[in-house]
């Protein structure tokens, strides 16, 4: 590390407290949801899924995460899957639901001093009274946001830190008041509030009773930049949402590049990923984008990939609290290109160094554009002053991301120590590397043996939901449109998943407005020939009208409402089945009322799909055998309701048709 670059370049920095400190950081974060981007974690073998969650949160070990910031579900579609709600319907509260009151408490667990941060993205239809407008009755929806806050603490003992308005939309400075008002009167004062999730909006800053009402100015994907105006604010300044790039070694780059330039650049003394993991079906948009990759509940097989390592070298060396140091005084560019940021602990006894030196081919983020400039190798001469005169030696960490053809890069590799003679001290800083120097001595780059090889989702797949607790969303089901709960039944049917959402919920993905179903997703994007089988039954009150099942689906996300495949739909109330080759049953391939078995209680569909041949019973009397030229050649399976409304499915079973 130290001298081995040929350069005709020595730079010199200086490192120095003597005049004081920077601003205080507030740890690097990852984002679980907006939407469900967690969703296949939980399911996972309890061995990888540890391993899986400590190279996310355990401390000194792997990404070491400070901050997770959660999706406060609003039963609604906002990127991968929905996210339920806590009030489904305006009569019950339920704190059961999902998975990131489970990822939470996991990750408090491994780092109790991990912040937690929640924020909305849709919200049930019930809060805007049918309109889309949230803040129709402010109150009602702090009254909402503040139970999410207390469910978390009074059931499962988790202290909400930061809480947020609605993520990149309109921001409504009354409520913000508002909910800064019911926070205080209930108690949770120590909660802070983040504006507004979007941009340094001016509406937010530019009120003082509003500035006053807030903790932290948190902006998307702010490219290293924030206004000169709001650095005045004498606010704490984030980058609440950022990276969002697929996950090889120029995702690692980009993480690289912004960790620093964000707080180098930009003040922003915060910086979360989205997303956490990519832990939903590979086929649904945002393939990747993620600090790691593990989604195969089935063969239990994940991926470390290199962001995690590149957090490694900020997260394992500081923790919240800690300050950087001042511009020039260990915080700057680098001569040749790149950056380094310097902070230390609060008694100034410890010294963390982060430098990096990205080059601008190998390190652009999804958004924004990354404007041109030029990195080279240098031999940096680094002089300690001030509290750190003292000083040694130094660990030093080191990552190197080649992208030569066939070369391998090396992630957060140990390299001892370096020795620091009368307070100065020579490395070599080279293009495409990150380098951390530091006094804390309890680096790991945490490894565990290779988990089991990759496969294909396993068939046949069976699930009867008796396994689940009471309100549980099932594992293996991403439902792209409503939202799905494990509800007890009795009788032979015993546990059922019911679809719960009855209005249409106040959108995130603006699309999702364009049609009432609801669609829930399973398996392999790829699947071909299927057969599909399940037990369903309309509700009697606030029951959908019908019911489908569906092979080769080819859409989730935003783009659900423009999903293809083979809809089977029957609606029980007016014994009509249709096959539609569109999940909006518009293009209708046959339908008919005659002779048809459909029962107004539970009903037993089986659609299946072989080469162009598509075959539905339904209680085991065929409805439809045909040919059918122009579908989908593959995609998911999945299963649904034809407008929001109470459903039961049961005995839910997939195979190979051929
Ligand atoms: C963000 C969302 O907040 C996330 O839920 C996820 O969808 C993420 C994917 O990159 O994107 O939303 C943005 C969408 C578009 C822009 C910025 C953020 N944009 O075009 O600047």
Redesign the pocket.
């Known amino acids: 590390v130290w001298l081995q670059l040929p350069s005709t370049v020595l730079s010199q920095y200086v490192i120095d407290d003597s005049r004081g400190v920077g601003r205080q950081f507030d740890g690097i974060g990852g984002l679980s949801g ?2 469900a981007t967690s969703k296949l974690l939980i399911g996972y073998p309890q061995k990888q899924r540890d391993e899986i969650l400590d190279y996310l949160f355990k401390p000194s070990f792997g990404a070491s995460l400070q901050i997770l910031k959660v999706e406060i579900g609003g039963d609604a579609q ?2 991968d899957a929905t996210e339920a709600s806590h009030m489904h319907v305006p009569w019950e509260e339920n704190y059961e639901r999902g998975y990131e009151w489970w990822l939470m408490k996991e990750a408090k667990k491994r780092n109790p001093q991990i912040k937690l941060y929640g924020l909305p ?1 849709a919200f049930p239809g019930w809060i805007g009274n049918g309109t889309q407008n949230p803040y129709i009755n402010r109150e009602l929806l702090a009254d909402y946001i503040y139970r999410w806050i207390n469910g978390a603490k009074v059931q499962h003992n988790l202290d909400i830190d930061y809480i947020g308005i609605w ?2 939309r309109y921001c409504d400075t009354e409520y913000l008041k508002i909910l800064r008002k019911t926070l205080d009167k209930k108690g949770y004062y120590q909660t802070s509030i983040v504006a507004s999730d979007n941009w340094f909006d001016p509406k937010v800053t530019g009120d003082t009773s509003v500035v006053a009402a807030f903790d932290v100015l948190g902006a ?2 702010p490219g290293v930049v924030s206004p000169e105006v709001v650095k005045q604010l004498g606010k704490k300044l984030w980058s609440s ?1 950022d990276y ?1 790039t697929f996950n090889d070694d120029v995702g690692g780059g980009c993480w690289a590049r912004i960790l620093n330039q964000n707080y180098e650049s930009g003040l922003m003394t915060s910086t979360i990923a ?1 997303n956490l993991i990519d832990s939903f079906y590979q086929g649904l948009p ?1 393939d990747r ?1 993620s600090l790691m990759t593990a989604r195969q509940p089935w063969s239990g097989y994940y991926s470390v990939e290199s962001p995690i390592w590149m957090s490694a070298h900020t997260t394992q060396f500081t923790e919240i609290g800690w300050s950087y140091l001042p511009h020039g005084l260990g915080v700057g560019a680098l001569e040749q290109g790149g950056s380094y940021v310097s902070l230390t602990s609060p008694d100034h006894k410890d010294l963390t160094i982060v430098i990096e030196k990205m080059s601008h081919d190998h390190s652009p983020c ?2 924004p554009a990354l404007p041109p400039y030029t990195v080279a190798n240098e031999n940096a001469t680094i002089q300690l002053e001030g509290s750190f005169a003292g000083v040694t030696a130094l660990y030093v960490w080191q990552s190197v991301l080649r992208f030569d053809s066939g070369a391998s890069s090396t992630y957060f590799l140990d390299m001892g120590s370096v020795p620091v003679i009368n307070g100065k001290v020579t490395v070599a800083i080279g293009v495409d590397q990150v380098l951390t120097l530091t006094t804390v001595p309890t680096g790991t780059h945490g490894t565990y043996d290779a988990p089991p090889p990759p496969a294909a989702f396993p068939l046949p797949f069976f699930e009867d939901f008796e396994k689940y607790p009471l309100s549980a969303e099932p594992f293996s089901l991403a439902p792209q449109q409503g939202s799905f709960d494990v509800v007890n039944v009795g009788g032979t049917y015993g546990k059922v998943m019911r679809q719960m959402v009855l209005q249409p919920p106040i959108a995130w993905c603006q699309e999702t407005l364009y049609f009432n179903s609801s669609l829930n997703l399973l398996g392999r994007f790829n699947w071909t020939d299927v057969e599909v089988q399940v037990d369903v039954k309309v509700g009697q009150t606030n029951g959908s009208n019908g019911v489908f099942i569906g092979v080769r689906i080819d859409n989730g996300g935003c783009q659900t409402y423009v999903a293809k495949g083979l809809f089977f739909f029957i609606f029980p109330n007016d014994n009509i089945y249709l096959l539609a080759s569109d999940i909006q049953g518009k293009n209708v391939l046959t339908s008919g009322r005659e002779k048809v078995a459909i029962v107004s209680d539970w009903n037993h569909l089986t659609l299946t799909v072989q080469g162009q041949t598509v075959t539905g019973s339904c209680n085991n009397q065929q409805l439809f055998s045909m040919q059918v030229p122009n579908v989908n050649a593959n995609g998911f399976v999945g299963l649904g309701t034809d407008v929001y409304g109470y459903a039961d499915f049961d005995n839910f079973r997939v195979d190979n048709s051929s």
Do not use: D, V
């Open positions: 907006g939407s906002a990127s993205w993520n990149e998307h994907y949402e969002s989205w945002w984008t999804i958004r």
